[in-house]
């Protein structure tokens, strides 16, 4: 059975950074591995989204430039740095592990979830 385990997050004034990690547990084929999130009254949203092979990257339009998504050493662990924080980016926080489609980044990375990290940007 295949969990996401999370890490991070937390509460940070306008402009400052966090970090969020995540790591899979259990086998898994995943090419995919990346962050949603969803605020109070919103749909969920993509965030993130890495190759868990290749690297490549793809961001929603609200955090390039802000935020960076990177694999770290061991497998199936992915690192989302998040600069320049803005109330806006106030919401729950989910890990994701799917199938990388570069036609629809996050359509399909998103056959296994974690719980939730909770990040709170005060003005």
């Known amino acids: 059975q295949v969990h996401l385990v999370e890490s991070g997050g937390g509460s940070v004034q306008a402009g400052g950074s966090l970090t969020l990690s995540c790591a899979v547990s259990?086998?898994?084929?995943?090419?995919?591995m990346g962050w949603f999130r969803e605020a109070p009254g919103r749909e969920r949203e993509g965030v993130a989204v890495i190759h868990t092979d290749s690297g490549s990257t793809h961001y929603a339009d609200s955090v390039k430039g802000r935020f960076a998504i990177y694999k770290e050493n061991a497998e199936y662990t992915v690192t989302l740095r998040m600069n320049s924080l803005k109330p806006e980016d106030t919401a729950m926080y989910y890990c994701?592990?799917?199938?990388?489609?570069?036609?629809?980044?996050?359509?399909?990375?998103?056959?296994?979830w974690g719980k939730g990290s909770l990040v709170t940007v005060s003005s």
């Open positions: 259990g086998y898994t084929s995943s090419t995919c």
């Open positions: 994701a592990a799917g199938s990388y489609n570069r036609w629809s980044p996050f359509g399909m990375c998103n056959n296994f």
